[in-house]
T-cell receptor
Framework: DGGITQSPKYLFRKEGQNVTLSCEQN?????MYWYRQDPGQGLRLIYY???????QKGDIAEGYSVSREKKESFPLTVTSAQKNPTAFYLC??????????FGEGSWLTVV | GENVEQHPSTLSVQEGDSAVIKCTYS??????FPWYKQELGKRPQLIID?????GEKKDQRIAVTLNKTAKHFSLHITETQPEDSAVYFC??????????????FGKGTKLSVKP
């Protein structure tokens, strides 16, 4: 919702480059998530963090990395090891009761 | 782990008709079932959710029903309007924590409401 800010909105990556997507929240939510969305594939979990300085792999973590040094921030790095990174990336936050709220999303394209 | 199947993948209705989207889940421990609406190019937004201690929940033209025995839940939209056109996602989670507490999403249903 309004308290989750993702940037940039659009990002172009060259082959072999690492890129970092930013996600900041001011909702004071403990949990933060990164999802990837491809056409017809729904939403797939990349990484999640339930608390500062701790994070866990989701279903499609290969080729991605994250950090959670602050409660408000959960950046996602798409590394060169991710061979098909073109997708819509959604950051989300949660209160711990399963309900999650999404940011506006970031479009990543490989050029 | 949990697996969520969603049907149909596309649904076209006439304005004013009802629309029903169905989901099944595999993990009997799941007890939280939200529905999200995603308009083209925008983020998914929570429109309604249900927990396993109730069988039905309504919010104006939207309702969700849950059958825990059969492990399926459905979204019902009555008196559809063109602005209901979007992709709808169902999801399931076990709210008792751990990695099982993460939402598992269906693949989505693209609803088109024709004026």
């Amino acid at each position: 919702d309004g308290g989750i800010t993702q940037s940039p909105k659009y990002l172009f990556r060259k082959e072999g480059q690492n890129v970092t997507l930013s996600c900041e929240q001011n909702l004071n939510h403990d949990a933060m998530y990164w999802y990837r969305q491809d056409p017809g594939q729904g939403l797939r979990l990349i990484y999640y963090s339930q608390i500062v300085n701790d994070f866990q792999k989701g279903d499609i973590a290969e080729g991605y990395s994250v950090s959670r040094e602050k409660k408000e921030s959960f950046p996602l790095t798409v590394t060169s090891a991710q061979k098909n990174p073109t997708a819509f990336y959604l950051c989300a936050t949660g209160t711990g009761m399963n309900t999650i709220y999404f940011g506006e999303g970031s479009w990543l394209t490989v050029v | 782990g949990e697996n969520v199947e969603q049907h149909p993948s596309t649904l076209s209705v006439q304005e004013g008709d009802s629309a029903v989207i169905k989901c099944t889940y595999s993990d009997s421990a799941s007890n939280y079932f939200p529905w999200y609406k995603q308009e083209l190019g925008k983020r998914p937004q929570l429109i309604i959710d249900i927990r396993s201690n109730v069988g039905e929940k309504k919010d104006q033209r939207i309702a969700v029903t849950l059958n825990k025995t059969a492990k399926h839940f459905s979204l019902h939209i009555t008196e559809t309007q063109p602005e209901d056109s979007a992709v709808y996602f169902c999801a399931a989670a076990d709210s008792n924590g751990g990695s099982q507490g993460n939402l598992i999403f269906g693949k989505g249903t693209k609803l088109s409401v024709k004026p």
